[in-house]
Every structure is written in C-alpha cells, then in structure tokens.
C-alpha cells in the first residue's frame, strides 16, 4: 500500500533547528508537500516540492528559515527548519501525489513544540 511515514519532530527553544524527514513507499511520487496544523486551527501549507525538477516553493511565514531538500535513494524530502519561532509549533504532515492524478496521500504527521 502507499504509505507516507513523517519523522524527526519533538521539542525545541525558539531559535534552534529541527530536520523532518518524509518517507515514501508503495509508489513514486511527482511532488511532495508540507503542511502544518496547530490545535483548533485550519492546516496550512509550509513548503511544496517536484521530483521532476527539483522545485520548491515556500509560505511567506518560513521563507529564509525553511529549506526542502531529497533523497531520491530513499524516497524522502526533507524539510530543514531553522530559527525556529513558538508560531511554528504545530503537527507537521507530509502530503504526497503522482504525475497525473489529484489525490493527494497524506502521513500521520509528526508533532513540532518551540518553547519561547
């Protein structure tokens, strides 16, 4: 089956780093997104990348401290977050599709606390 598995995230002070990981299994995928959702709030997105070309795109909120980077070995993107702020804490989800279809999968998601 297509699975999406999301890891890397825990507890930080505002201003430290994290490194989430989101792997993929069962099928190829033509982009795999980020997005993030705080308790009581709408999901929003964080950070969008294409195998096909390597092209990222970010939300203005994590411009400059967010990175997405590959691992086409392991089917994985990565999402390095940098000068992490206490507005960054949320679940963090990884979403996933395939060239030629609109479904998009979705990981468990892996939770993000930045204490102040």
């Known amino acids: 089956q297509v699975q999406l598995v999301e890891s890397g995230g825990g507890l930080v002070q505002a201003g430290g780093s994290l490194r989430l990981s989101c792997e993929g299994s069962?099928?190829?995928?033509?982009?795999m997104d980020w997005f993030r959702q705080a308790p009581g709030k709408e999901r929003d997105f964080v950070a969008a990348f294409k195998w096909s070309d390597g092209t990222t795109n970010y939300a203005d909120s994590v411009k400059g401290r967010f990175v997405v980077s590959r691992d086409n070995a392991k089917n994985t993107v990565y999402l390095q977050m940098n000068d992490l702020k206490p507005e960054d804490t949320a679940v963090y989800l990884c979403?996933?599709?395939?060239?030629?279809?609109?479904?998009?999968?979705w990981g468990q998601g892996t939770q993000v606390t930045v204490s102040s």
């Open positions: 979403a996933a599709k395939q060239e030629g279809y609109a479904y998009w999968f």
């Open positions: 069962g099928r190829s995928f033509s982009e």
